[in-house]
């Protein structure tokens, strides 16, 4: 899907009581977001679930424009300690235009202005990758970044909304990755208010995810999204379920 850019792979923004935060910058983050007129130089801080290069090609570039080139220091990012080690993907140089650089661990608790997250476990993933549970002053939210379904999943991340990225359509994939049943399955027992199903690979592609997403609804009883390129989610549509 990176390669044909058939949908975008930018990432996600979040704007949160004020507090703007990149997740997951990924090929065409500088222009999917300059194109959509969100401001990099807003941003509080940028977070990278892990190494790969779909989440992490345009984190140089958007710590670049974050800080104005490093005129303006200021944010910080959250990264994985391997992101960071032998064959690093920030350049060092960026660091001094950082507030600083938090390593993200299992289990740990960190904020950013009025926002806090969690890194709840490590993920089934050739890398060192972390999702995310988000809370705000009214709402949770969480980001089930890529990994293999393992059963802990649903009950770790129950929350308000539920992010996930679903690469395959089959069971049995052949990377580590969920597969449209796995979600079903995380959607079922976690029961969330709403659920957004991103990060398509081909085979979710072809099948149509809004499809998909309209007969896992019918199917669960809970209202689940197939995200769209420039999607916006507003989180009060929450307080209406
Ligand atoms: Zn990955």
Redesign the pocket.
């Known amino acids: 899907m990176v390669a044909t850019q058939i949908l975008a792979s930018g990432g996600l923004w979040l704007s949160l009581n004020g507090t703007e935060i990149l997740v997951d910058p990924g090929p065409g983050c500088i222009v999917q977001s300059t194109k959509r007129k969100l401001r990099p130089d807003k941003l509080s801080a940028i977070i990278l679930?892990?190494?790969?290069l779909?989440?992490s090609a345009d984190i140089n570039v958007m710590i670049e424009a974050m800080t104005q080139g490093g005129f303006k220091p200021h944010g910080r990012v959250f990264t994985p300690a391997d992101a960071l080690e032998t064959e690093p993907v920030i350049f060092s140089y960026l660091k001094d235009y950082l507030e600083g650089i938090e390593i993200l661990q299992e289990g740990k608790s960190y904020t950013i202005g009025n926002i806090s997250f969690t890194t709840p476990v490590r993920h089934i993933?050739?890398?060192e990758?972390y999702g995310m549970l988000f809370k705000t002053d009214g709402h949770t939210f969480a980001y089930i970044?890529?990994t293999r379904y393992f059963e802990d999943l649903p009950r770790i991340y129950a929350s308000e909304l539920l992010i996930m990225?679903v690469v395959f359509l089959n069971d049995n994939p052949p990377a580590?990755?969920l597969t449209v049943s796995d979600a079903s399955r995380i959607i079922s027992e976690a029961k969330p208010k709403v659920a957004i199903l991103t990060h398509f690979g081909m085979s979710v592609w072809r099948a149509r995810p809004w499809e998909i997403a309209q007969r896992l609804s019918q199917e669960i009883g809970v209202r689940i999204i197939a995200a769209r390129d420039g999607m916006k989610f507003d989180l009060s549509q929450l307080d209406n379920i």
């Open positions: 679930s892990h190494r790969h779909d989440h993933h050739p890398v990758t970044t890529d990225n580590d990755h």
